[in-house]
């Protein structure tokens, strides 16, 4: 490759843990049911697992968004930029150019993108001349993946950005200015995101309050949490409303009489389910409620 990538085998290696399908470069590949029910689920539920797991530097805050109501969810693949120098510049764009890869080195992640992918770059939180899409390279980048980017850099043209339906960019700002003096080193290889670290594979959950990269073997464990969280908030705020319940009931370690209460609702809302009953009935075995 012309930047520098991480073996196959290293990165199978540092993740591991994921014992499922993988694309053909070893990232992790979560299925595409879960990339769908993980647009439904909450930053703070999702964020309160990972914690709970023992995993501190997961999210960070503080993006400009092109729409914020667009959640951006997918597949990490990840660049990394440097400052560039003459001679190692010239190198990375010989040995692309061999390789037949064509433009700035900004747009190779870009084509390396399929359904489902979300382009996550750490280009030094660098604003002005630090853009490293506008809207060609962002129209390009949704028809590939269908999704939208993480970038702690900046974007340009946000008028054209704002047109591409579906497509939505969390960036540190906005600038006028042309991409200088940058040049991609590492392409699908750990990078770190502000307070963040992001593995090639992680699960991008992107929303109003930041972002959280989850690792890909704990998608599954940290979706199904934040559903069940979500059903007993959608209960509890039910049976406040209709008067069924305290409030300090409801807010706190529930009696066996509201946990009947609450799987009696289950059934007759089974509509509400993003999982399986039989899932659900699962892990509310091992839950402590």
Partial sequence: MSAQTMSKEELIYLTSDWKGERFPDGRPKIPDDLLERAKNIGIEDAWATLNNEGYHCQFDRGWKMVHDDVP?????????????????????????????????SNSW????????????????????????????????????SGNGVIFDASARDLEGLSAI???????????????????LM????????????????????????????????????????????????????????EGTYATGEIDNQWTDKIKEAFLKWLDKNPGKLPMTRAKLDEYMKARTW
């Fill in 109 to 144: 992640p870009i084509d390396m993108l399929s359904k489902g992918d979300v382009y996550v770059a750490d280009g030094m939180g660098k604003i002005a001349e630090g853009t490293l899409i506008g809207d060609n390279l962002g129209n390009s980048i949704y028809a590939k």
């Fill in 165 to 183: 339906a579906g497509f939505n960019a969390f960036v540190r700002d906005w600038d006028p200015s042309y991409l200088k003096d940058e040049v």
């Fill in 72 to 104: 951006v969810v997918g597949r990490a693949l990840t660049a990394s930029f440097m400052p560039s120098r003459p001679d190692v510049q010239q190198k990375i764009m010989d040995r692309g150019k061999k390789e037949g890869r064509k433009g700035n």
């Fill in 186 to 241: 590492g392409l699908n290889t750990p990078i770190h995101i502000g307070r963040a670290i992001v593995m090639p594979g992680d699960l991008v959950l992107a929303k109003k309050e930041g972002v959280l990269f989850i690792p890909a073997h704990l998608a599954e464990k940290v979706i199904l949490t934040a559903e069940f969280i979500g059903l007993r908030d959608t209960f509890g705020i039910q049976m406040l409303k």
